[in-house]
């Protein structure tokens, strides 16, 4: 995967722009990208491509071009290399679920079990595959919607093996089946991180950080996935190693500035601080902000229990990247998840108190 993004980077990004944009570029990959300023000086363009993939990892430094071409105004390089990046993720997904020889005894699995439900006459079927698989047979009429979900939201049915980074706690909320107990996990690959919405709690046994697990018949979003009643979790015993880089960037929270930049829809997870809050009747806006500016929270129906004040953090998980009018805010939805993180009291205010 990360010779498609690199050869992206290069033939469909850098190789598309004049000299005096690529000194423009080199310009805002200063505060994008971790490279000495004279580093990026005297690189050309394969060596800046390089740089850059080995300062933010691969999918990232792609992200981190688009932005800067869409700060730079460059929007026909911009969209150009957002088209080829979820292009080449489209087909990242679909080999990498078909790895290892499991591909096989799935699909075996899954035909003798179609044949089964369609005649009982087959011979050749064997008792024991009948047993293990049929019970996840569907009806009917399951079967249809999940064959026009799969052209809505591209349902993946072979496997991908994934190690789990994190989850939270199941929580309940409003979901198109009615009210039930969802929750949400980071998991990853050898090149990337994604997030995944599970809509079914009894899968929170196998979302163990750490645990290397393989996902079938599941929906995969724009941008994250999405894991229900008919999805297949299971435990699997692999030498899956996610480098270091990837681990750290998904456990960071992304800076503000960066997030205004987003797309909207854009999945945001993080910690954020508060600086200043105004309650309506049901919804919150909160101020957060960090080193590189402010930016507005919409919290719908305000979930937490906790009161939160000025100075306060915020735990924001799937939330999403809107807008309202002109400006770009994160906005809660019927399945995002807010925590309040109290400030910790100085220790002069401690003791006066006791």
């Not at 698989?133 to 919607?145: D, G, R």
């Not at 046994?205 to 393989?214: A, G, L, M, S, V």
């Not at 994250?224 to 008919?230: A, D, G, P, R, W």
């Amino acid at each position: 995967m990360e010779s498609e993004y690199r050869e992206m980077l290069l033939l469909t990004g850098l190789d598309h722009i004049t000299e005096e944009e690529l000194k423009r570029f080199k310009y805002f990959a200063l505060t994008e990208f971790q490279i000495a300023r004279s580093t990026l000086d005297v690189a050309d363009r394969t060596e800046l491509a390089d740089h850059l993939i080995q300062s933010a990892g691969a999918a990232s430094a792609v992200t981190k071009a688009i932005n800067i071409f869409q700060k730079l105004n460059y929007m026909h390089i911009a969209n150009a290399l957002e088209e080829k990046k979820k292009e080449a993720e489209r087909k990242f997904m679909t080999n990498t679920k078909k790895r290892g020889t499991q591909k096989v005894e799935n699909r075996s699995q899954a035909e003798n079990c179609s044949a089964a439900s369609a005649t009982h006459s087959d011979n050749d079927f064997k008792e024991q595959a009948a047993t293990e698989v049929c019970p996840q047979a569907k009806p009917q009429k399951k079967q249809m919607v999940a064959e026009q979900e799969a052209i809505r939201e591209d349902l993946q049915k072979d496997p991908l093996v994934v190690t789990v980074l994190k989850a939270i706690n199941p929580f309940e909320c409003e979901t198109q089946e009615g009210r039930q107990e969802i929750f949400h996990a980071t998991v990853a690959t050898e090149t990337d991180f994604f997030f995944v919405k599970v809509l079914n709690a009894q899968f929170k046994d196998k979302f163990i950080p750490k645990r290397t697990i393989k996902i079938s018949n599941y929906l995969w979003h724009n941008n994250f996935m999405e894991v229900t009643s008919s999805s297949v979790v299971v435990d699997v015993e692999s030498n899956h190693v996610v480098p270091n880089n990837v681990v750290k960037r998904a456990k960071e929270t992304p800076r503000i500035s960066k997030l205004k930049i987003q797309p909207c829809g854009t999945i945001v997870n993080g910690l954020f601080k508060v600086q200043k809050i105004t309650e309506e009747k049901d919804r919150v806006l909160y101020v957060i902000h960090d080193k590189t500016g402010t930016m507005e929270v919409l919290v719908l129906e305000n979930p937490s229990k906790t009161k939160c004040e000025e100075g306060d953090k915020i735990r924001l998980t799937f939330f999403e990247v809107s807008k309202n009018g002109v400006k770009i805010q994160l906005k809660s939805g019927p399945c995002s998840f807010f925590k309040v993180i109290k400030a910790a009291k100085p220790k002069t205010d401690m003791k006066s108190v006791e």
